[in-house]
């Protein structure tokens, strides 16, 4: 098994006032290359795909691009959870159909306890927990 793991995209981040998104595009388009050549089995992108809960449209586009290229293009299975720079609830309003492709976007912490399998190895993926929506785990008293 061979992934790259990568992180922290941050997309629509502005650092005082210079918009960095020219940059982003281009360091995703880098990271896909980099899972190209490296033969990699899967990318894991561990959250902060957004740097706001409510993007720009320009920064919803990117993220959407490249997802396509790296995901519909070029095959490659995508392991993503959000983080606590994203929305949960708005990144996770496509997964029904993103499972179909072998992209698995983890939002919401009951996902997580069910192993994605690739090839021999198993992934759990726990996204960030929201303050604003708790999640309660129960347990049947002895
Ligand atoms: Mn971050």
Partial sequence: MRFLHTGDWHIGKKL?????????KDIIEQILTIAIDQQ?????????????????????QLLNQSFIKMNLEKKMPLLVISGNHDSDVRL???????????????????????????????????PILSLSRPVFIL???N
């Fill in 16 to 24: 005082y006032g210079y918009d960095l998104l020219a940059d982003q």
């Fill in 40 to 60: 990699v089995d899967a990318i894991v992108i561990a959250g902060d795909l957004y740097d706001r809960s409510l993007p720009s449209v320009e920064a919803c």
């Fill in 92 to 126: 996770s309003t496509g997964m029904p159909w993103y499972e179909q492709t072998n992209f698995h976007l983890y939002t919401d912490l009951q996902q997580s306890f069910a192993p994605i399998e690739i090839g021999d190895t198993q992934f759990f993926c726990y």
């Fill in 139 to 141: 347990k049947k008293k």
